[in-house]
């Protein structure tokens, strides 16, 4: 069964950066639209960024300019560059993808999370 991996959060000081990643952990015959979520302590989770199949981007208003999404769709893979960090990006970010498996119709999928935490 598919599912999506996080990697590459971590502590970071105000101003550095992180690079955050994702891939599904199974097979799938195609992808769609994928995208980053975060969840700050005591907020609703909310869309960071989105990116279609031909990398068409949309950008939450608190991150434009200072986060980049990229993907690669040889890897399935959905990155985001995260620059000029502040410490109100603190978050457990999620990925997302929707995901067409072998045999499967298309799906929605979400990632366990990685916790990125910017000190001030």
């Known amino acids: 069964q598919v599912q999506l991996v996080e990697s590459g959060g971590g502590l970071v000081q105000a101003g550095g950066s992180l690079r955050l990643s994702c891939a599904p952990s199974?097979?799938?015959?195609?992808?769609?639209?994928m995208g980053w979520y975060r969840q700050a302590p005591g907020k609703q989770r909310e869309l960071v960024a989105t990116?279609?199949?031909?990398?068409?981007?949309n950008y939450a208003d608190s991150v434009k300019g200072r986060f980049t999404i990229s993907r690669d769709n040889a890897k399935n893979t959905v990155s985001l560059q995260m620059n000029s960090l502040k410490p109100e990006d603190t978050a457990v970010y999620y990925c997302?993808?929707?995901?067409?498996?072998?045999?499967?119709?298309?799906?929605?999928?979400w990632g366990q999370g990685t916790q990125v935490t910017v000190s001030s």
């Open positions: 997302n993808a929707d995901l067409w498996r072998v045999g499967r119709p298309w799906d929605n999928y």
């Open positions: 199974g097979s799938v015959f195609a992808v769609n639209a």
């Open positions: 990116i279609t199949a031909g990398g068409s981007t």
